[in-house]
């Protein structure tokens, strides 16, 4: 009898081992193929970044790293930010959805800045020294900056070339994104600190990521 229980146990034990194993499973394998290896990742970040920085004799004026977020930039940091926080199917299918709602009506741009005097990195302020423009097809557009609030770990992780020295920004334009990223665009930031002009211009064979 005393035998018989036992086997009983281990028999228990083992089903139950085999469903949640079972019930884990499809979570897994949907989300594992949608990953990018860094390299693949950094490398599409690369391609839609500019990347320029200012100086006056020795002293340096500023130096600006932006990255205009197109489909295959947003569908790319999604893929991370699924990874990074173990994402179901259905959040990575809200995140898209919500993805695509946005690009329908605007434009923007991962911006990391820096300036020797701190005051004067204020992009995201009413009354700041800075006058954000994005210029294409003959039109002009005024740009409204949102300092980000993620930790710095948390925004490498999407735009490794961001630092603790510069400030995170989004910067947005009431264009939608289909207008803008299948044609040569500069994004301008201007004030008596500098001028810089960042060209976006279509890349001869886009990455489309399909999240």
Not at 42 to 49: A, K, M, R, S, V
Not at 115 to 139: E, F, M
Not at 152 to 171: C, G, N, W
Not at 182 to 203: D, E, H, K, V, Y
Request: charge should be positive; glycine fraction near 2%.
């Amino acid at each position: 009898m005393k035998f018989n229980r036992i086997c009983c146990a281990i028999v228990a034990s083992f089903v139950c081992t085999t469903l949640a194993a079972c019930v884990q499973a499809p979570i897994n394998d949907t989300t594992n193929h949608s990953r990018l290896d860094n390299a693949e990742y950094d490398q599409l970040i690369n391609q839609y970044t500019r990347h320029e920085e200012q100086y006056k004799g020795f002293n340096q004026r500023f130096d600006v790293y932006a990255t205009i977020l197109t489909n295959a930039v947003q569908a790319a940091i999604l893929k991370q930010r699924g990874r990074i926080y173990e994402w179901t199917p259905s959040q990575a299918q809200d995140a898209r959805n919500r993805m695509f709602q946005k690009n329908s009506t605007e434009t923007q741009f991962a911006v990391s800045f820096f300036v020797p005097n701190l005051q004067l990195n204020d992009l995201n302020r009413a009354n700041s020294i800075w006058r954000i423009y994005l210029d294409a097809g003959g039109k002009r557009y005024i740009g409204h900056a949102r300092k980000r609030e993620e930790p710095l770990e948390t925004i490498q992780s999407m735009f490794p070339y961001d630092t603790r020295f510069h400030k995170a920004y989004v910067v947005t334009f009431n264009v939608p994104l289909a207008i803008i990223e299948n044609q040569t665009a500069t994004l301008i930031f201007a004030s008596a600190q500098g001028l810089a002009r960042l060209r976006f211009m279509p890349p001869p064979n886009p990455q489309i990521n399909n999240y």
